[in-house]
């Protein structure tokens, strides 16, 4: 088959469909000729892809009938029932998709933050540059704490919320510069490793650990998480295969902000924890415990619940109807 014939041939029934698929409002003897030529332009479909198999003219073909099709059937769909899909399928297989950039975000830095500890804990010099002396040891023992307890748990636990989303969501949509996401995991690992290392001058390591790992470890896991969103977003734009750099980065867009949106429900978890459980005169185990059955139920969310709907065939994008007829690519 000529496909260039055939697209010359039936370019205005074709252009005629796309114009009727796109009115607003049509008359009876239009939706009538919508639907005659929505048949004939699917049995045109049928045979260019019988033929040649995908084509250009076919993906243009699709695209149109797509837009016909939603003209004769399409209603607005109810945004309520997106959400259990949502839920259930994209979010955590989205989740699911980063689980080894955020391994590897967390090795990098849980080895930053102990050598920052290592370095300054062992220098002096360096234990001096961070401040006073009375200063740090007022830190130590007594403003590292407070910091937990020194608001309402209720204000404390929001305002810690709202400020991990924040972070979060610039690691995943600034993720395209590839250097936004690290900038944040290191700037926060030096930090930790101040904060560490200012704890260990004064005999004080075991205090910094009761009161971090409560919601540190939910917390610092959702940091990870977000970072390696922005990372794979910022990978398909250097490297988009076979696929076009806009077509790759649109793609992995749609698929991790979805990232974004669910760690804002982690991170309201970890405040809680942070709020509610880490100032607390509790014995340490059971403040431990409850940070990590936190954790617990956000990694079994990530790692059970994604890899089953991954398995069931979903990346975290919108379906094909949603997003649109793809673009046909070489090869």
């Known amino acids: 088959m000529d496909l260039d014939a055939l697209a010359a041939a039936r370019r205005d029934e074709w252009q005629r469909l796309d114009e009727l698929s796109r009115s607003r409002r049509l008359s009876g003897s ?7 030529r929505y048949r004939a332009a699917s049995a045109d479909l049928a045979d260019l892809k019988t033929s040649a198999g995908r084509s250009p003219q076919g993906d243009y073909l699709s695209s149109v009938i797509a837009r016909a099709r939603l003209q004769l059937t399409g209603a607005p769909e109810n945004v309520l029932a997106q959400i259990p899909r949502f839920f259930a399928l994209q979010l955590p297989a989205a989740f699911y998709r980063v689980r080894w950039t955020a391994l590897a975000v967390a090795v990098g830095f849980t080895v930053i933050a102990f050598l920052v500890t290592l370095w300054i804990s062992a220098d002096p010099r360096a234990v001096a540059a961070l401040g006073d002396r009375a200063d740090l040891q007022q830190y130590a023992e007594g403003d590292f704490t407070a910091y937990y307890s020194e608001n309402p748990a209720a204000v404390f636990a929001g305002t810690v919320w709202t400020n991990n989303a924040w972070i979060a969501a610039q690691c995943v949509l600034f993720g395209v510069t590839g250097l936004w996401p ?6 926060n690992a030096v930090s930790l490793g101040q904060a560490a290392a200012v704890m260990v001058e004064f005999d004080r390591l075991d205090v910094f650990f009761s009161f971090i790992l409560p919601h540190g470890l939910l917390e610092l896991t959702c940091v990870f998480v977000a970072a390696a969103a922005g990372l794979q977003i910022f990978w398909a734009w250097v490297a988009p295969g076979r696929r076009s750099r806009a077509d790759a980065l649109a793609r992995e867009g749609r698929s991790l902000a979805t990232v974004a949106i ?27 415990a409850l940070g990590a059955a936190a954790l617990g139920v956000f990694l079994f969310y990530m790692l059970v619940i994604g890899a089953r709907a991954v398995r069931a065939g979903e990346s975290g994008d919108l379906t094909e109807y949603e997003a649109g007829t793809p673009r046909l690519v070489a090869g």
Request: glycine share 10%; charged share 10%.
């Open 30 to 36: 239009e939706t009538d000729e919508l639907v005659t």
């Open 182 to 187: 690290l900038m944040i995991v290191i700037q």
């Open 262 to 288: 669910g760690l804002v429900f982690a991170l309201a978890l970890s405040g809680v924890v942070e709020g509610f459980v880490t100032g607390q005169p509790w014995p340490v185990w059971v403040k431990i």
